[in-house]
């Protein structure tokens, strides 16, 4: 059942950011949150609380926070991998904990250093009343693993909400994934409990026929990043997440209500053109989003 | 009702090099044409019979037929906007005709120079033993009309079966289709009485989902370009049809039959990356197909 509304949430402050050559200061990094917000977005994935060694782009994460113009009605979230990294998130004072952890052992190890059972033990550590939503990685393929059943996903996800997840999104890490598995993993996910979403990249060009299946199939959140820009520093080729104005474009399309004004959205990817120096993946802010033009 | 086998149509060395800055020598041409036949597609539209002086990377359309190295089971066609298009096709003994009209007078007087009344009676004018698919430009939108009305477009439909098309195909001219309207089309066609099919560009993300869509209304026959080749000289900025291989991905992700070899056009899309000099569209030949890497 189609939802009449959906959350976007944008995370290319953190997973597209994380995957840029140059590494962004924290002012501009909170430029881009602050646009985000400004274009309507009511969700946003404004940094991750990880190691600045393994992923330098991400440093300065606290200072990202407070450089953050706050908006009501929107919640701002950041990525952590375990209780440190909550601890962290909780002292800069942000809305909304995203906690990821892969579906597989190979994918956790290289992305969180840990066992997916350690991860999940992290998850249950951690004691808070701010929402949680949990990430799984590679849900629909691994780099390393191959393609993942669907019920290996299904019960590491009941394993998340049976350690306070309120929230969970199926991520295609690598790009591999097709509408089959979308539609797949969020109709069985409806069965558990709490809304579930998708985390998309268009690396093989399949990104938006997900959405649109995991759309048809009841999903209520939609992770992607303004621009395109994305992928992931520890799978290699996973180049880009779903462009955000992309996927407004095509969910207005289909009548859903998004909250986002389409145009300012656009206005956000050129100015971020300018700033990284090169075109973007997505294909709405060079195209144009009407029809006669 | 999803079809458990489909027909893809590679329209590259026809919509894709139509597009192209640069003419290809009719040798090459038909040996893409090959290429693409050695990689299992069994529809391939070749060349158009169109002015030479409109549209100069499409001359010498005999010459590519002359030098195509026929296959069996495969099906060569060539695009046609009249009927002096025809016989030239006919003359030059390809097996399918691909005639192509406009849903609104505004497009079909800059492409075929001609109101859509007076290329029905073109269409009309054709007598042959040949199959006629008949492609209806701009179904989802027009960039001088805006939105084109399903309505409009079912009712050019039926007029052109009435006049002997027997395969109607339904295209994205310019690449600001979503997946409500494609399902709408492909549903509403159904009805039509021949096989339906779509022509999709990615112009603005939505030519895979679309695609997606199409295929789980029933669609029997869908139209891309190897590499993602394409556009149309006629509509600015209607950048690529949908990559062959990136429908390929993703149909057989869906359990789909295609009877194309994925790695095989892969490799037709490396090649042709060469001969051009820049990287394609597509995705899934940059990615590569396999889920581990």
Known sequence: MMAAQVTICDVGPRDGLQNEAETLAPEVR?????????????SIEAVSFVSAERVPQMAGAEDVVTAIERREGVTYSGLVLNEKGYERLAAAGLDAVHFTLAATDSFNR????????????????????????????????????????????????ERCVQAGAQEIVFADTIGVGVPRQARELVERGGGLGVP??????????????????????????????????????????????????????????????????????????????????????????????????
């Open 196 to 293: 579930v979403g998708v985390h998309l990249h268009n690396t093989r060009n399949t990104g938006f026929a997900n959405a649109y299946a995991a759309l048809e199939a009841g999903a209520a959140v939609f992770e992607s990043s303004v621009g395109g820009l994305g992928g992931c520093p520890f799978a290699p080729r996973a180049t880009g997440n779903i462009a955000t104005e992309d996927l407004v474009y095509l969910l207005e399309g289909e009548g859903v209500e998004t909250g986002v004004d389409l145009d300012a959205l656009i206005a956000v990817s050129e100015w971020l053109e300018e700033v990284l120096g090169r075109p973007l993946p997505g294909q709405v802010y060079r195209a144009g989003a009407s029809v006669a033009g």
């Open 110 to 157: 290289r992305n969180a250093n840990r066992l997916v059972d350690e991860s999940v033990a992290e998850l249950e550590r951690i004691e808070t009343d701010l929402p949680v939503s949990v990430s799984i990685s590679v849900s629909f393929g691994c780099p390393f693993d191959g393609e993942v059943e669907t019920a290996t996903v299904m019960a590491l996800a």
């Open 30 to 42: 909170a430029e881009l949150v602050n646009r985000l917000a400004a274009a309507g977005l009511r």
